[in-house]
Every structure is written in structure tokens, then in C-alpha cells.
């Protein structure tokens, strides 16, 4: 326990050195005061940087002690081993520390917005409207009462499935604060917005996880060859993850190479990239040399080189909260409001030609569809490995479901979606309707759980076994269920539409992206119950199926036909923020849109239509065949034809000739 307490010690100190470091060359630790502005103190310059940096640290080691007992360690037939019930007792309360951390930068924030003394801003009634009201406010407010309920919630967690989701939980409540920083104002908000993210998230995951192996071996508590094992599998992802993100992110924020070496900004980026790659380096060598010695039952040849990088990880946080201290290089740009809503400036009158090579790079949507590719093409090639076969049809359905994600999401589509109705009703109609018809004939949950092998260990969870327990949990049987799913689909399009959720949504980057994953997933779970290859809670009949399908489809001619009928413009103070100059009026493309909606239907019913008398005829032929095996088995065993009242007919026939054979 000693040397856990001193590696924590150590950890801490190469963060907070690395940050006060950090401050001071970047100059945010000396800013330059003008006389006669208001100016937050010495106190609050520091205070506030160093309760982030609390705040940052609590939350990656709630994420760490999680992810340990839901991951890491075995379990026994779902419920969480000795050693995994007291880290989540322990997350209980470094969540707590978390939300004072939070309360307290919360406090600071305040001091330095208002340019006030802490002591001032704590005796005015200026911090209730702030946590309320201003972004920055509400993101830490929000900290606050998430890491709450997680310390409340993790206190009585007994399962894994409750420790993996009080994990969720934390790397959600990581988000807000990093969503309102320099991301939200970088001229790519979008692509900023959404690598702040995935950094953040990778980043949690792996340093938190490496210190909780580290605290595990210090502590000599046993299974640290299985845990370190499959940490190393998680961090190699991590590691992409953040390289990726982080590459993102440096782009959206310099506009040239040079700014790595001739700003204050990019001197602090270089630092993390140095220290990202030596890290890389040290999850190397754990992979080539150390794991083996570990499972050989070495124990000390993994913690010379994990203690190092813990202490590196550490000093890389503080890295990364003097740089969100520090402003970036300052970049012009046009003085326009459609450049600050959508990233880029006002896209030029809508043609085929503009659509097809005014690319728009989204990042969200490039790693779902590489992840689906990948993984998807993954579990074909382990099948092949293995001998196995997979049927082509549901291969080629798939990444052409995913060839129309692209498609839809990184083209001039994804660029004049945001402009036009009309494109963004395109796109939604797409998303929802037939980008999910060819994902779920695809079958993934079927060839994830034929190439996935079941968890060494008995009564433990590997991911096959995780796909089982997420397909029969009560989420998944509620939403799953006929009626629900078709409620999903077509009241949350009346609801979004109609309601002030679409102008919302439309002004902000991440409620485009929840607006979008909404239309796909609210799809995909329709058509699972419709023409689903994969197991489900509920399986209609197939005349069943054909009568959901046709009492559905109406819905969206009858959305179309009320798009088309308005005469008020849907988001009006979004759209006029926009300034487009050409093409028809937002009203005429609105009604352009309720077109579209109302005569897209057609294809994807056509489709389904397809899709469902092939499984029908299939099926129907599998009852056949299976009827003629047991005829056949029969017929064996009592030496008939197998055809039950074939053979009563021929027992009759015979009694009927023994008995006139016997009157003869």
C-alpha cells in the first residue's frame, strides 16, 4: 500500500509540475494586465487551473477504478469479484472528489469571467444565473450533479452490468467542460467540437485503466496477468484513438505547421505530442516484452516500466490543462454568421456537380462508418480463417450500407444539408430508411457472435458474452417490442419536426450529430423487427411484418403531405441567420422537402417488400425441408413412407384386402 500511496503521490506531482510549468512559459500564468479593466487576482489564475486539473484527475481515475472491475478483472456469472466491489466502493468517492473539484472551478470560472476577486464573487448572487445560464456555467454545474449520482449510485453496485454502467455514466460526464472550452470557438467548431471529444474519452480510458493496473500489481492482488492483458488490448485502441483525435484537433486549431514552433499554443501541443509518442513507445514494450514476463509470473518486470508511465501520463495532464488555459494562435476569419453556425462559408448555388466534389469532412461519421467496415470485415475474415462460411448477400449489404453512410455524411450532401431543407430531408430519409435496411440484412449480432469465441474463464464476460446480456436486457426487450419500435419510428420524426427541437438541433454541432444517430438508429430498430436476420425478444409472423410495414408507411406520406401544406418556415430564425441569397425561399424548400418525404417511401417499401418475400419463400422452404428430415426419419424407424396419413390410407387399404381375402 506504501508504494501505491508514493506512485500516487508521484503521479500527482508530475501533473501539477508539469502545469505550473506549462502556465508559466505559455504566459498564462503572467498575462498582461491593462490598467483600469477588471482584473480576477493571482488567486483565481491559479486556483482555477489547478481545481481543472482536480477535476481532470478525479474523473480519469473514477473512469480507471470502473473500467477495472467492469473489464478487467473476471467475474463470477455477473456479479463483480472481491477485488472489483471495493474499486467501485473506491469510485464512489474519488466521484465525490470529482464533484467538488467541480463545485470549486465552478466558483473560479466565475471570478475569471466577471474579472472579480473569488471573494467578491462569493459574497454577490452572480453564481446561481451563472451556473444556469452561461455554457460554461452549466457544464461544470452539470459535472457537479453527474459525479454525485455516480458516488451515490456506485456505493450499492454489486454487478457488472451496473459497474459498466456507472462507467458510461463517467466518461459522459467527462464531456461538457471540454465541449465549452477553445472547441466550441475554433473557426471548425464541428471538427474541434468532435475530437475534443474522442481525445478526451480515449485518453480517460487509458490513463485511468493503466493506473488502475498499476495500483492492482502494487497491491499484489491476484488475475494481474488477465487484467494487464486486457488493458493492453483496450489501449492499443486508446492509442489510435487519441492519435487520431489529437491530429484532428491541432487541425482545427492552426492553420499551418509553423504555429507548432512560433506560438506559445503550439510549443505546449509539441510537448504532448513528445510526450504521446513516448508513451506509444512504452505500451510497445509492454506488448513485445513485458506481458509475456508477467503472465510468466514476473510481476516486477511489468511495474518498472508501468510506473514510469503512469508518472508520464500524469505530467501530460497537466500538459493538457495549462494548454486549455492557453489561447491558440489567432486566425482571421470572415466576419459572417453562416461561417460561425456551420463552419464554413455559405456553400455556392446547389448543383450535381457541387454536390458530388464539395466534400465536407466529418469526423464522427468517418470513425462509425471505418468502425463498422472494419469490425464488420474482421468477423467475415475470422470466419474464413476458420472455415467457415458466411454468406456473400449479407456481406455485400452491409458495406453497402455503409458505402451510403459515407455518402451521405462526407459528401456535398453533408455540406448543403445544413443550408437547404430540402438536402437535410434528404439525408433524413436516406439515414433512417435505407441506410439501416441494408445494415440489418447484413446481420452483424449474428457474425459477431459466430466469429467472437466465448470467454476463457466460466461465468466470466467477453464481449460475445456482453452481446448476450445487452440482447436480453429489459432496455432491449422494451424497445425492441413491435409497438414501441414503431412508435420510435415515426413519432420521433412528428415530434423533432414539430416542436423547437429542430432549431435547436440545427444550431448546434453535436445536436446535428444526436439529431442524425437518431434517424439511424430509430431506422435500424424498425427494420430489425421487420426484416431482421439477427435474434430479437420478439418475432412477428410475416404476415404480421407485411401489415406493420404498410400501417407504417403512410405516416411518412402523411408527414410529407403537412411539410407541404405549411405556411410558416420550420428553425425560421436559423435559416434567416444563414443569408442565402440564392435558390428558392426557405418556405418553397421546405415544401420541396415534404416532397421528398412524401415520395421516398416508395423505394425503401420496394425493398423491404423484396427482402421480406425472399426470407418468407426461404423460410417456408426450411419448414419444408425440415418436415421432409423428420418424414424421412420416420419412415426409417417404422418402415412406412414417413407421411402420417399416407401411410393410416395404406394401413386401411391393407386391412380392407386381408379382409376380402379372408371372406375368398
Not at 508539469?18 to 487576482?41: C, F, K
Not at 511489468?302 to 508520464?312: C, D, I, K, P, T
Amino acid at each position: 500500500m506504501n508504494r501505491a500511496v508514493r506512485l500516487t503521490a508521484a503521479a500527482l506531482c508530475a501533473a501539477v509540475g508539469a502545469l505550473v510549468v506549462a502556465m508559466v512559459l505559455g504566459g498564462a500564468a503572467t498575462p498582461r494586465i491593462i490598467p483600469g479593466l477588471p482584473d480576477e487576482g493571482t488567486l483565481t489564475r491559479w486556483m482555477l487551473p489547478l481545481s481543472k486539473l482536480a477535476m481532470d484527475v478525479s474523473g480519469v481515475l473514477t473512469v480507471g477504478l470502473l473500467a477495472a472491475a467492469s473489464a478487467f478483472l473476471p467475474s463470477d456469472k455477473g456479479l463483480l469479484g472481491k477485488p472489483a466491489q471495493g474499486y467501485v466502493k473506491a469510485a464512489s468517492w474519488s466521484a465525490l472528489v470529482w464533484a467538488v473539484a467541480a463545485a470549486v472551478a465552478l466558483v473560479f470560472s466565475l471570478s475569471e469571467t466577471l474579472g472579480m476577486p473569488v471573494g467578491q464573487v462569493l459574497a454577490g448572487n452572480e453564481l446561481t444565473s451563472y451556473a444556469s445560464q452561461v455554457p460554461q456555467g452549466i457544464a461544470l454545474t452539470l459535472v457537479v450533479l453527474f459525479a454525485v449520482a455516480i458516488a451515490l449510485f456506485a456505493r450499492g453496485a454489486i454487478t457488472v452490468g451496473a459497474a459498466a454502467g456507472l462507467l458510461v455514466f463517467a466518461l459522459v460526464t467527462l464531456l461538457p467542460p471540454a465541449l465549452t472550452g477553445h472547441s466550441s470557438s475554433s473557426p471548425n467548431h464541428g471538427l474541434a467540437t468532435t475530437s475534443v471529444a474522442m481525445h478526451l474519452l480515449f485518453l480517460a480510458l487509458w490513463v485511468g485503466g493503466l493506473g488502475m493496473i498499476c495500483f492492482h500489481a502494487l497491491r499484489g492482488q491476484p488475475l494481474l496477468d488477465v487484467a494487464a492483458a486486457r488493458f493492453s488490448r483496450m489501449a492499443l485502441w486508446c492509442f489510435v484513438g487519441v492519435g487520431v483525435s489529437g491530429l484532428a484537433a491541432t487541425a482545427s486549431r492552426l492553420t499551418s505547421v509553423g504555429e507548432l514552433f512560433t506560438s506559445n499554443y503550439g510549443l505546449l501541443l509539441l510537448a504532448k505530442i513528445i510526450a504521446f509518442v513516448v508513451l506509444g513507445f512504452f505500451g510497445w514494450r509492454h506488448r513485445g516484452r513485458t506481458l509475456p514476463r508477467l503472465s510468466a509470473g514476473e510481476p516486477h518486470a511489468f511495474l518498472r516500466l508501468a510506473l514510469g508511465e503512469v508518472v508520464l501520463m500524469g505530467a501530460t495532464i497537466g500538459l493538457a490543462v495549462a494548454l486549455s488555459r492557453t489561447a491558440p494562435p489567432p486566425v482571421d476569419t470572415p466576419v459572417d454568421r453562416a461561417f460561425e453556425l456551420l463552419g464554413y462559408l455559405l456553400p455556392p448555388p446547389i448543383s450535381l456537380v457541387n454536390l458530388v466534389t464539395l466534400w465536407w469532412f466529418d469526423l464522427f461519421f468517418a470513425v462509425l462508418a471505418a468502425a463498422l467496415a472494419g469490425l464488420y470485415g474482421a468477423g467475415v475474415v475470422r470466419m474464413a480463417r476458420r472455415g467457415d462460411r458466411w454468406p456473400a448477400g449479407r456481406t455485400v449489404s452491409w458495406f453497402l450500407g455503409v458505402v451510403i453512410l459515407v455518402l451521405s455524411t462526407q459528401t456535398g450532401v453533408a455540406r448543403y444539408a445544413p443550408v437547404l431543407f430540402s438536402v437535410h430531408m434528404t439525408e433524413h430519409m436516406v439515414l433512417s430508411m435505407l441506410v439501416p435496411i441494408f445494415l440489418v440484412l447484413g446481420a452483424p449480432v449474428t457474425l459477431a457472435l459466430r466469429a467472437l469465441k466465448p470467454a476463457v474463464r466460466r461465468g466470466d464476460r467477453g464481449p460475445r458474452e456482453w452481446i448476450m446480456v445487452i440482447l436480453h436486457s429489459r432496455v432491449v426487450r422494451f424497445v425492441s417490442h413491435p409497438a414501441i419500435a414503431t412508435a420510435i419510428f415515426v413519432v420521433s420524426t412528428f415530434a423533432l419536426y414539430f416542436t423547437p427541437l429542430f432549431a435547436a438541433a440545427m444550431e448546434e454541432h453535436l445536436g446535428h450529430i444526436a439529431m442524425t444517430v437518431h434517424f439511424l438508429l430509430s431506422g435500424s430498430l424498425f427494420f430489425w423487427v421487420i426484416i431482421g436476420v439477427d435474434p430479437a425478444p420478439y418475432k412477428l409472423p410475416y404476415y404480421g411484418r407485411l401489415l406493420l410495414l404498410m400501417v407504417t408507411m403512410p405516416f411518412h406520406a402523411f408527414f410529407g403531405l403537412a411539410l407541404m401544406s405549411m405556411g410558416t418556415v420550420l428553425a425560421s430564425s436559423y435559416y434567416d441567420q444563414l443569408g442565402r441569397t440564392w435558390g428558392a425561399s426557405s418556405l418553397a424548400d421546405q415544401q420541396s422537402g415534404g416532397a421528398i418525404a412524401w415520395a421516398f417511401g416508395e423505394i425503401p417499401t420496394l425493398i423491404v417488400l423484396l427482402a421480406l418475400g425472399f426470407q418468407w419463400w426461404r423460410d417456408d422452404e426450411r419448414v419444408a425441408r425440415r418436415a421432409d428430415r423428420r418424414a424421412d426419419a420416420a419412415a426409417a424407424r417404422s418402415g412406412g413412407t414417413g407421411d402420417a396419413e399416407l401411410d393410416a390410407y395404406n394401413d386401411y387399404l391393407a386391412k380392407l384386402n386381408k379382409r376380402d381375402t379372408a371372406a375368398e
